[in-house]
C-alpha cells in the first residue's frame, strides 16, 4: 500500500556533490516526517536529516548540519537530499522513512518510522 523508492545514488569524489531522491506512492497523505538515514559497512544505522509534512521543519545530524539539504516536493511525493562537500566518511547506503502522525519515538531514531525504501548506495572517493 505504502512504497518508498530511493535513486541518485552513486560514486562521488571528495568535495563533490550528490542529490538523493525518495518518491513515495500509496497513501502518503498522512506522512508526518520523512527522514534519511543511512549505513555504512558494519555500523548501525544512523539518523542524517528529517523533515516535517509541511516542509516548515528541518533536522540534521550534526556530522552533515551545513553541507546536507532535506527538501521535499509535495506535487512529486518526493523527498530529497541534496549532499556537498562530500567526505569519504559520507559513504553508505542511504535510506529514506516514513512516519505517520505523532510519535513519542524522537525522529533520529529508526524506531520513530512506520515505512522504509529500500536503500540507494552513495561512495565518495578520496
Known amino acids: 500500500q505504502v512504497q518508498l523508492v530511493e535513486s541518485g545514488g552513486g560514486l562521488v569524489q571528495a568535495g563533490g556533490s550528490l542529490r538523493v531522491s525518495c518518491t513515495a506512492s500509496?497513501?502518503?497523505?498522512?506522512?508526518?516526517?520523512m527522514g534519511w538515514f543511512r549505513q555504512a559497512p558494519g555500523k548501525q544505522r544512523e539518523f542524517v536529516a528529517a523533515?516535517?509534512?509541511?516542509?516548515?521543519?528541518?533536522y540534521y545530524a550534526d556530522s552533515v548540519k551545513g553541507r546536507f539539504t532535506i527538501s521535499k516536493d509535495n506535487a512529486k511525493n518526493t523527498v530529497y537530499l541534496e549532499m556537498n562537500s562530500l567526505k569519504p566518511e559520507d559513504t553508505a547506503i542511504y535510506y529514506c522513512?516514513?512516519?505517520?502522525?505523532?510519535?513519542?519515538?524522537?525522529?533520529?531514531?529508526?524506531?520513530?518510522?512506520?515505512?522504509w525504501g529500500q536503500g540507494t548506495q552513495v561512495t565518495v572517493s578520496s
Open positions: 500509496g497513501r502518503t497523505f498522512s506522512f508526518y516526517t
Open positions: 523533515i516535517t509534512w509541511n516542509g516548515y521543519s528541518t
Open positions: 522513512a516514513a512516519r505517520r502522525g505523532y510519535s513519542s519515538v524522537p525522529y533520529y531514531y529508526t524506531g520513530a518510522y512506520d515505512y
